[in-house]
Structures are given as C-alpha cells and as structure tokens.
C-alpha cells in the first residue's frame, strides 16, 4: 500500500513538473513531448492509486520542494536543472543532451547507448589535469602569501605543507560526497523503473517511443524499437536510465576511487611549489619555487589545450598568467601584513 502511495505520488509530482516544463519550451517542438509525457505520468498515477485502493485519483498539491523546482525551472530552463529533474524521476531528458531534438535515435537495441560509451576515460584525465592545476594555484599562492609576510623558511615549509593535505584532504571528500551522492540517486532512480517496469512495461514502453519520436524516429520505428527494448531485460533498465532520467551509469566512478584520484592529483601540484623549500632556504628557495611553479603552469596550461583544443602555447601561456596573477596578489597582500623577506 505505501509502495502504491508512493508511485502515486512520484507519477503526479512528474506530471505537474512535465507541464512545467511545457510551458517553458512552449515555443520548441520539446513542448509536444512534454505535454504527452505529463499524460503518461497521469496514466500510470491512475495505476498506482488504483493498485493503494484509492476510489478516485486525488487532486495534486505541489510541495515545497516541487514548488521550488518549478520557480526555477521557470528562471532557468530545463537544461540547466536536469541534475535535479533527474533527482525527481523526470523522464526525457536525453533530449537536452543534444542541439536538436533531430537527433539520430538508434535503430536497433544493440546501439541503444553506445553513444554514451567512452566518456569515462576522458573524464578522469580531464579531472587530474585539473586537479593539478587546483593544487599547483592554491599551494603556490599560499606559499608566496607567507613568504611576503615571513623570511622564516620553516614557517613557509610549514604552510605549504599544511595547504598541501588540508587542500588535498578537502577535495579528497568533496569528490568523495559527489560521486557517492550521483550513485545513490542513480541506484533509487534504477529501483523506481525496475519496480514500474514490472508494474507497466506498456506505459513505460509508449514513454520511451516517445522520446526517440521526439529526436526524429518514425513514430511507427519509434513504437518498435521501444517495445523491443523494454521486452529486451539486459537493455531495458540502462535504457531507461539513459533515455528517460538522462543518466549515464558508465560515467559515476567509484567513489573511493574519485577520493583518491583527487588527493593524489592535487597532492602532486600542491607539492611542486613546496620542494625547493625542502632542499634550500631563503631568497634561494622562493625564486626556485617561483621558477619550478611557472613552468608546471604552463605544462599543466599546455595538457589543457586536448581538451579545449586550442593551441597549446595558448593555453599554457593563459594558465600562466592566471597563477602568476594569483601568486602576485598573495604575494604583496602578505608582505603589507607582514615583513619583507630578508
């Protein structure tokens, strides 16, 4: 019974954010299938508040929460809310994933989701590169912040080492939270269809025949590859998640894994700035780390350029300038506090 309830209540919360939804895009042929989804929502809302032996589908009186969403579904678009919209078992949201809703759909269940294959590797390059460069900005403009404020070598190896593992240990569970955060949502949402496929398969077939009708399928190859898909058990749920909820389950890492990749990566930036200062003192040591720290930047600035595409002087001579800035302001804002280095 509070299954049912709850079905109820996720299927009628969809409906009314559908018809939001609608609204925004009233003048995209996104509207259309929005407004045909917030009536299959209805229609499996009616299922489930028969199945809780309710004698009528009760009226819907958006939450707080609901009310929240639709405010900023309004302010900001679908596009930019689909995180949360996922959160919520808003379904077709795949078709923001690309510039039209023309998009090719797959024709068969084999090529079902192959075109979300492959992200994963990509990412985690991009997440070090960045991670890096995170820890070789921060920890060198601390450093240079204490350097201007104090001559005291240890005090400077000290800070730069403290901002090394706090840093690290912070982003460490920042990436730790999100990942773990985006795999339990992705777990609840996959229960929810594995639970509504077996209660409907139909309606959830019919929702996803509308979707690739949406992105430029034949209705009728649209209605057909749909019910070969749902009738297909190793397809249907990594389907849905992907198709209905836009999620991709092959791009959550583990979370112990995203933890450790992103303390270790900044760990390596943050540490370049502090090595001089282990093996010299003085006047030495900061013109050292200066000089190590610039040339990093603009590595790290040069390996951004794969994913940005641009040319790699470029890039790296931006993330030069960018640190260098970072490290200049520090620097003289430290030594106003404090004294000069002798």
């Known amino acids: 019974m509070a299954k049912s309830a709850e079905g109820w209540l996720d299927e009628t919360r969809s409906a009314y954010l559908y018809r939001v939804i609608a609204e925004v895009e009233r003048d995209s042929p996104r509207a259309e299938l929005f407004e045909k989804l917030a009536h299959e929502a209805e229609a499996q809302a009616a299922i489930w508040a028969k199945n809780a032996g309710l004698a009528s589908v009760p ?3 958006p939450d707080l929460r609901t009310r929240i969403v ?3 579904l309004r302010r900001y678009g679908a596009r ?4 949360i919209l996922a959160a919520m078992k808003v379904r077709g949201l795949s078709v923001y994933s690309h ?4 998009h090719p759909a797959p024709t068969s269940v084999e090529e079902v989701g192959k075109r979300h294959r492959g ?6 390059l991009r997440a070090a590169v960045f991670g890096i460069n995170d820890g070789l900005v921060s920890n060198a403009s601390l450093i240079l912040g204490v350097a201007g404020a104090s001559s005291g070598n240890d005090i400077i190896l000290l800070s730069g080492i403290a901002g090394l593992l706090a840093g690290a240990f912070s982003m460490a569970a920042g990436e730790f939270v999100s990942v773990r955060s985006q795999r339990e949502m992705y ?3 996959i229960g929810l269809e594995r639970a509504e496929l077996a209660e409907y398969p139909e309606e959830e077939a019919e929702e996803l025949a509308l979707i690739y009708a949406a992105r430029g399928m034949s209705v009728r190859d649209a209605h057909d590859l749909a019910g070969r898909t749902i009738a297909d058990p190793r397809h249907a749920l990594d389907t849905l998640a992907r198709e209905e909820l836009g999620l991709n389950p ?3 890492g583990s979370p112990w894994g995203a933890a450790l990749s992103s303390f270790f990566s900044f760990g390596v930036g943050a540490l370049v700035p502090v090595l001089p200062f282990l093996f010299a003192r003085g006047e030495g040591a900061l013109v050292a ?8 930047l603009f590595g790290v600035g040069s390996m951004i350029s794969l994913f940005t595409g641009r040319s790699a002087f470029r890039d790296g001579f931006r993330m030069l300038a960018i640190g260098g800035g970072a490290g200049t302001v520090t620097y003289f804002v430290g030594k106003l506090l404090g004294v000069s280095l002798a």
Do not use: D, Y
């Not at 930019?80 to 995180?83: E, F, P, S, T």
């Not at 510039?99 to 023309?102: E, F, H, M, S, V």
């Not at 992200?119 to 985690?124: C, M, T």
């Open 99 to 102: 510039a039209a809703p023309g």
């Open 250 to 252: 092959e791009a959550l």
């Open 289 to 296: 780390a200066v000089a190590l720290t610039a040339a990093a």
């Open 70 to 72: 639709a405010g900023l």
């Open 187 to 189: 777990e609840h949402q």
């Open 59 to 61: 009226a819907f009186v």
């Open 119 to 124: 992200i994963a590797g990509g990412g985690n």
């Open 80 to 83: 930019a809310m689909r995180g």
